[in-house]
């Protein structure tokens, strides 16, 4: 693999991160909506969602 594959690469592994980070807040905007934030889902969905939020920082703090 040449840098330019490898960068194509992290960048479609980026697009793919916020667009879960999107999926995930939108998800969770439902349930707030909804009154279910006391709910495993929701609970899962947080921890996911901290996870890809610290995705995303890593990847902005280095250019992507």
């Known amino acids: ?25 939108e998800r969770m905007s439902e349930l707030r909506a909804a009154g279910k934030v006391k709910t ?6 947080f921890a996911a969602r901290l996870t890809l939020k610290e995705i995303d920082r890593r990847l902005v703090e280095h250019g992507l």
Do not use: K
């Open 1 to 25: 693999m040449d840098d330019t594959e490898r960068l194509a690469a992290y960048d479609a592994f980026a697009a793919d991160a916020r667009a879960e980070l999107a999926r995930t807040d």
């Open 40 to 45: 495993a889902t929701y609970r899962q969905l």
